[in-house]
Structures are given as structure tokens and as C-alpha cells.
């Protein structure tokens, strides 16, 4: 016969009750999903028997509804990249099977703690996608830029290590970049030619009206690591500073990177890299509304050679 426990909760056998500690329980326990956004990815794992899925949007579509089935519980859910490559060197690494779904939610837990996976807010999959593709190459720039920089040594005159001592100017000409900024939006952009591949790293950050600025410290480190591979390298590279601020012209500074140190350039050198299409070389009209700014001095010459 049914009865009421002292909390109201209606049971037979005390069932229900557990079950519903569970289902609170499990709220509490974080969800990772390896999502296949590329094609070609998604290509490559339609050759596991064991594979569920023959169409990817079918499967896309699948993992939205899923991704809101999970938030919907009040269940966290990260959303990372799923590497066939990757999982296949895994499996080979431990000995797995890679075609049995056990490999695959073995792998995929351990993307839970990628800092290239992002949190599920409850966006449309076609806006996730782009998101997460953009996370996994700003991550991917960085571990490049760090490589560069635990490999490029120490100095032969002073034994100094050249890559702590660049992420270190790195890092102050940042600050002293936002503190000339001024008050308003800031939009940066740092490009250097590395051995093998152009590292680029753009950063927004924001300066309140008592001049403090605003910087997200992934978004930062990823930027200052990147400029301070630049100034390691010793070789080409720019960095592109445009301040947006109410009621005022858009304004764009500009510095190049020379042999270790960055330069500024003049108003004429910036008007000169916006107003140059950069494929054909062929003079474009100037933004309208746009101030074209000499740059300023942001970085002390460099110890080492």
C-alpha cells in the first residue's frame, strides 16, 4: 500500500526517493562530448564498424539535440574536438581497440580537460562549430609559440634564458600598450613568420575610464606568448593596435617587429599596411571614419643577440 515518507515523497518501497537522489547526483557530474565538426573527421571515423553514424549532418544534428537534452537535466557539458588521428595514436598508446564505443568514451573523457574545449551554453550547433575550430587553433598557436620559445635557448653573452626574458617584455609591452591606449575598445593583432607556420594571436581588451584596462588572462597569455616568440625569433612580424571609443574616429597604431625589438611605425608606414591589399599589393581606399596613428614606444631593446 503506498504511504508518505516525512518529506511527502510517495513511495512503496523507497525506490522513487533513491532514484531521485540519483538523478541529483548525477547533475553534479560533469559530461564531456568529442564532437566530429570537420568533414574529413567525421570521414574517418565512418571506417569503425562500431561507428554509429553514415551522414553528417544526420549526426550534427543528433549531437544538438543531445547537447540540449544534457543542459535541459541541468547537467555541465564541455564540448571538445574529436581528432581521429589523435584517437587512433591513443588507443595504439594503450593498447585499445578503436573500434568499440569503450575506446571512444575513454578518449573523450580525457578531452574533458582540454583548455580548446568550451562549455555548452545552449547555442545552435552551426555557432558552436566555428567557436570550438577557432579555440582549438588558438590553442594550437600557443603550444607552437611555447615550443619556440623553450627551444630558442640561452643567450651565448650573458646565459640568460631568451625565452623567460621574451615572454617577459612580451608581457610589459602589453601593459604599456594598453596604458597609452586610452579609454574605449581595443582590437590587437600580432603576426609572426615562424619555421613553420605564421603565428598570429588577436586579443580584445578594454580600458575603463580611469584608464584601468580589462585583459582575459587566457586570451592575454596566448597574445603576449606569441609576440614574445616574435621578439625571440628575431625575425619579421607586426602588431596592429585599433581603439574604438564612443563619440570619437576609430583609431589604428601600428608596430613591426625588427631583429628582437618592436619598432613603431610612423603614420604614413600605417596608412600605407591598411591601405594595400595584401594579396595583390594594389592601393585600397581608406576606411571612412578611421585615424591612421603613428605608433608609440612600448618596448626597451633587447640584452641579446
Known amino acids: 500500500m503506498p504511504r508518505s515518507n516525512d518529506t511527502g515523497t510517495r513511495t512503496t518501497t523507497g525506490r522513487p526517493a533513491r532514484t531521485g537522489r540519483r538523478r541529483t547526483l548525477r547533475r553534479e557530474v560533469p559530461s564531456t562530448l ?101 579555440a582549438a587553433v588558438r590553442q594550437a598557436t600557443w603550444e607552437y609559440a611555447s615550443t619556440l620559445l623553450a627551444e630558442v635557448g640561452r643567450c651565448a653573452d650573458c646565459g640568460e634564458d631568451i625565452g623567460t626574458a621574451s615572454f617577459e617584455r612580451a608581457a610589459e609591452a602589453l601593459r604599456r600598450l594598453m596604458d597609452r591606449a586610452g579609454p574605449g575598445h581595443h582590437h590587437l593583432v600580432c603576426s609572426v613568420p615562424a619555421p613553420e607556420e605564421q603565428l598570429v594571436a588577436v ?57 628582437g625589438r618592436l619598432v613603431p611605425l610612423s603614420a604614413a608606414a600605417v596608412f600605407n599596411a591598411y591601405c594595400t591589399d595584401a594579396d595583390t599589393g594594389e592601393p585600397v581606399g581608406p576606411e ?8 608609440y614606444e612600448v618596448d626597451e631593446p633587447g640584452p641579446h643577440h
Open 288 to 295: 571612412p571614419g578611421v585615424e591612421y596613428c603613428p605608433g
Open 34 to 134: 568529442g564532437l566530429l565538426a570537420d568533414p574529413g573527421d567525421f570521414a574517418a571515423m565512418r571506417g569503425y564498424r562500431s561507428f554509429a553514424f553514415d551522414d553528417h549532418r544526420d549526426y550534427l544534428d543528433h549531437v544538438d539535440r543531445l547537447l540540449r537534452s544534457l543542459a535541459a537535466q541541468g547537467i555541465h557539458t564541455t564540448v571538445a574536438l574529436f581528432d581521429p588521428v589523435e584517437y587512433a595514436d591513443y588507443c595504439a598508446d594503450r593498447g585499445l581497440d578503436p573500434d568499440t564505443p569503450g575506446a571512444r568514451t575513454r578518449f573523450t573523457a580525457a578531452l574533458g580537460g582540454a583548455t580548446s574545449g568550451l562549455p555548452y551554453d545552449g547555442r545552435p550547433i552551426d555557432e558552436l562549430v566555428p567557436l570550438l575550430v577557432d
Open 203 to 259: 586579443l580584445h581588451a578594454d580600458t575603463a575610464p580611469d584608464g584601468r584596462p580589462r585583459v582575459d588572462g587566457r586570451d592575454g597569455l596566448d597574445f603576449v606568448t606569441v609576440l614574445a616568440a616574435g621578439l625571440a625569433l628575431g625575425g619579421p612580424g607586426g602588431l596592429v593596435l585599433r581603439s574604438t571609443a564612443e563619440g570619437d574616429r576609430d583609431r589604428v597604431h601600428g608596430w613591426r617587429l625588427d631583429r
